[in-house]
């Protein structure tokens, strides 16, 4: 039992919760009664509201307790690791174990050489879609000219003369 449930239980009347839990209920009872009369509630002990910390468990708090165990067995482990590791110039069965799962230096190399290419190729692209202008439109100032020319406005038996038309690009 924890101190401060201890002392509150020293201080308060055991059946000061009891009447406040009444009296709460009572004063609802009332306002609903007073609102509807034919509303009928069923009875309600204010003890069936404590009962639930008679039921509650709780561990024991001490230096026995799984929390601890389990401190001092990490501690432990990690004080004969530090004591009985190899040093970093030692060839040892972790060594050969995490080289076993590690990549190599010339991978990585490559990795970066290939990350380095596709960063260049995105900066061109993106160089070029900034630096890119639309092409310059020509407008022609008589647009019915091409019409004079078509083969459907001349007449019957005339060949269209397209030596003095010029098409900009």
Known sequence: MSLARAASR????RNAPVQLIQRRWVGDHLEHSSSSPNLHEPHVDARHFLQADEHTTYTTEG??????????????????WYKFAPYADE???IKRWIAQYKSSGS???DEGVRRLRESFQFA??????REAKAEPVFR???????????????????????SDLVVKS
Do not use: C, H, I
Request: net charge negative.
């Open 91 to 93: 060839d040892s069965s």
């Open 63 to 80: 230096f026995t307790s799984r929390t601890w165990l389990y401190f001092v067995a990490f501690s432990a482990a990690a004080v004969g």
């Open 10 to 13: 020293s201080v308060l009347p």
């Open 124 to 129: 061109e692209e993106t160089k070029s879609f």
């Open 140 to 162: 022609y100032r008589y647009t019915q000219r091409f019409e004079q020319f078509s083969p459907f406005m001349q007449p019957v038996g005339t060949d269209v003369n397209f």
């Open 107 to 109: 991978f990585w190399e």
